[in-house]
């Protein structure tokens, strides 16, 4: 198992070298190490117990993982809740504790505010980084980027989980394929990028436009402008290019 002897004897051989090797090439901070996927309240204490052997061996590795519980929020250098999750103002919380501690997000099955299903308006994908500069979160994790193991022929779209929730690029000849879905998410890193250079200019301004985009509550009273739709991205992005022309 993974708290083991022999697993700590193999942790104990193995970590202290690939650090040594990732500061002698320069990459320790590129690099981050993922232990447990969606950790969950039955595991969490194996979990913690696993990364502090990780950081006994290998203390300047960072650690990134998608969990499921505040119960191992302390122990990941890199906390990446589901977008919508409860949990996520904890994490902020701890986000703030600790000087530098990252939060991401990522999108899965489960119905997020916004995602990157087949069936969603291609806004969706790009405004997920709008949601990044709303939430100050500083990366997105894949899920999934190419997760198409075990199917002969993924370009039919034969998904086990909901359509494009499993990979957003398709496999050709020494490749992938681009999806009109990942081009959105593409444009939305570049509208991420114009809305960080008004920040350092006129952060008011970009706080504005920046929460001018979302996808619409659907708990709302009342009926809500569709803040996820075409127009209102470009009345958006028309006004930040205008911001940064000033």
């Not at 232990?35 to 502090?52: F, M, P």
């Not at 993982?65 to 990941?76: F, G, N, P, Q, Y």
């Not at 500069?133 to 909901?162: A, C, D, M, S, V």
């Amino acid at each position: 198992g993974s708290l083991s002897e022999e697993y700590d004897q193999y942790l104990a051989f193995y970590l202290p070298a690939l650090q040594k090797h990732l500061a002698e090439k320069g990459w320790l901070q590129s690099y981050v190490q993922h232990v447990y996927d969606e950790c969950g309240e039955s595991s969490a204490e194996t979990y913690n117990l696993l990364v502090q052997r990780i950081k006994k061996y290998a203390p300047w590795i960072r650690i990134i993982d998608a969990v499921s519980t505040e119960k191992v929020l302390a122990s990941v250098d890199i906390m990446v809740p589901l977008y919508g999750a409860p949990f996520t103002r904890k994490a902020e919380a701890e986000r703030e504790r600790v000087n530098g501690k990252e939060l991401w997000f990522y999108t899965c099955i489960a119905s997020s505010p916004l995602n990157r299903f087949i069936s969603e308006p291609l806004t969706h994908p790009r405004l997920l980084h709008w949601v990044n500069f709303q939430t100050k979160t500083t990366g997105y994790l894949h899920w999934g980027y190419n997760w198409w193991i075990g199917r002969k022929n993924p370009i039919e779209g034969r998904f086990q989980l909901r359509p494009g929730d499993e990979w957003i690029v398709y496999p050709k000849p020494g490749g992938v394929l681009d999806s009109i879905r990942y081009e959105a998410m593409l444009e939305g890193l570049q509208d991420h990028e114009l809305l960080v250079s008004l920040a350092a200019r006129d952060a008011e301004a970009a706080a504005r436009i920046g929460k001018s985009l979302g996808r619409p509550s659907k708990t709302a009273k009342a009926p809500a402008p569709r803040r996820d739709s075409v127009e209102a991205l470009r009345t958006a992005r028309r006004e930040l290019l205008q911001a940064l022309s000033n």
